[in-house]
């Protein structure tokens, strides 16, 4: 029949149905207002079903349960929620499930002091099925429900004998989170990482994640170094993403062993995370180990893995600039996918001169002419970097090119690389691509033509130059003007 026929007369009559000697007829009764749902959900009906909820018949009790339950929110009046607290120890595993759910679904509403304490007792409930629908429903009420019986009570059920139960407990002090952080919780999640049910593993390790900076102890630590060698790869990944947001603090020496054989895992994701701890750990975990493990991942098959091998090598700096690792950034320059050459870009410019060897500056050049506007920007953001080292003709040449490139940002950082290369940079070529810049449609690239025209110096100060300048006096824009007009003061 379902929510069509939920008219007056046919819920009255429903309500009466409840009352009726027939255990037959109230179950069906129950079955037609659990359809109708949240549409039967009267004073009249849930008065009825709060009277039902002591029905002899252990079968009408559980159909009354199903009903609440379907109703949600809208009966979670004192009585309905009393009437379940007491279903919590009903002589029937299936009224106890069942009140459970119907709990869940009210979901705050019901999270009174005396619900919270029902659910926890039915915690050591002696059915598995039944601890589980209280675990749900308590992490349904979140918060309210973090008090130290409920927290203690989720201790005790990550030793329970039902690894469902065991798994539920360790989602329910995620959803709890900082709140939980007791050292009896860590502990026990620490042990949990150890359960001999992978999806129990996998949550304990999450759960260890949202309790925050508090597990960050010798011992979650430890267990974390462990869980890289589990046989399931998503609790090895797990364990790689929880190290990585740990960051420094986690960075000892078990643990970036640990790390640098996960590079090595069959599965790309583990590797990629892998990659990724290194970078949120940065400098400190900056060993030849750990390096040469990276280069090699310059070199997957997978293309995070790539790209988090760049980002980790960027945010170690100089201390990664060996010759190795530079090669391997130069390789990485001619990759098939464009946010691993612009990592690549990126880490070249974080190393700085370091990095400026004949084969990078090359390589940087023909970055200017990619394919993707974000790697012709960082090619050029690298080039400038590297300052006078980088000023060959090959280079002046490209950046030169750059500056009528149809991005307005690679002509911007092709400008900002022309300045801090100095005079050297001063060649016929460059000087007449910065008096064409003067007339560029966005008022950034003028100003900054301006400036770099005035960093050059008398080099520069040729008649169109002049001219030039002259006209971005009566520029549009306010800040070209005074550029324009500073770079005169050099050359007059």
């Not at 190393?351 to 920007?377: C, F, P, S, W, Y």
Request: aromatic share 4%; with cysteine; hydrophobic share 45%.
């Amino acid at each position: 029949m379902g929510t069509k026929p939920a008219t007056n007369e046919v819920i009255n009559g429903l309500v009466n149905a409840l009352w009726d000697a027939d255990a037959y007829v109230t179950r069906c009764a129950c079955i037609a207002l659990r359809e109708m749902g949240e549409k039967a959900a009267t004073n009249e009906v849930i008065n009825g079903l709060v009277n039902a909820l002591r029905d002899v018949d252990a079968d009408v009790r559980r159909r009354v349960c199903e009903a609440l339950r379907e109703m949600g929110e809208k009966a979670a009046t004192n009585e309905v929620i009393n009437g379940l607290v007491n279903a919590l120890r009903d002589t029937d595993a299936d009224v106890r499930r069942c009140a459970c759910q119907a709990l869940e679904k009210m979901g705050e509403k019901a999270a009174t002091n005396e619900v919270i304490n029902g659910l926890v007792n039915t915690l050591r409930d002696t059915d598995a099925d039944v601890r589980w629908r209280a675990w749900q429903a308590l992490e349904k009420m979140h918060e309210k429900a973090a008090t130290n019986e409920v927290i203690n009570g989720l201790v005790n059920a990550l030793r329970d004998a039902d690894a469902d139960v065991r798994r539920c407990a360790c989602q329910a002090l995620r959803k709890i989170g900082e709140k939980a952080a007791t050292s009896e919780v860590i502990n026990g999640l620490v042990n949990a990482l150890l359960d001999v049910d992978i999806c129990v593993r996998r949550n304990a390790c999450q759960a260890l994640r949202k309790v925050g900076e508090k597990a960050a102890t010798n011992e979650v630590i430890n267990g974390r170094v462990n869980a890289l060698l589990d046989v399931h790869a998503d609790v090895r990944w797990d364990a790689c993403r929880a190290l990585g947001e740990m960051g420094e603090i986690a960075a000892t020496n078990e643990v970036i062993n640990g790390l640098t054989n996960a590079l090595l895992d069959v599965h790309a994701d583990v590797r990629w995370d892998a990659c990724r701890a290194f970078g949120k750990m940065g400098e400190k975990a900056a060993t030849n180990k750990v390096i040469n493990g990276l280069v090699n991942a310059l070199r997957d098959v997978n293309v995070y893995v790539r790209q988090y091998a760049c980002e980790a090598l960027e945010k170690m700096g100089e201390k990664a600039a060996t010759n190795e690792v530079i090669n391997g950034l130069v390789n990485a320059l001619w990759d098939t996918d464009a946010d691993v050459r612009g990592c690549a870009c990126k880490t070249l410019r974080e190393m700085g001169e370091k990095a400026a060897t004949n084969e990078v500056i090359n390589g940087l050049v023909n970055a200017i002419r990619d394919t993707g506007a974000g790697v012709r920007q960082c090619a050029c953001v690298a080039l400038g970097k590297m300052g006078e080292k980088a000023v060959t003709n090959e280079v002046i040449n490209g950046l030169f090119n750059a500056l009528l490139d149809v991005n307005a940002y690679v002509r911007r950082y092709a400008r900002e690389a022309l300045e801090k290369m100095g005079e050297k940079g001063a060649t016929n070529e460059v000087i007449n691509g910065l008096i064409n810049a003067l007339r560029d449609v966005h008022a950034d690239v003028r100003w900054r033509a301006c400036e770099a025209l005035r960093k050059m110096g008398e080099k520069a100060a040729t008649n169109e130059v002049i001219n030039g300048l002259f006209n971005a006096l009566w520029d549009a824009d306010a800040d070209v003007q005074r550029c324009a007009y500073e770079a005169l003061g050099v050359f007059l």
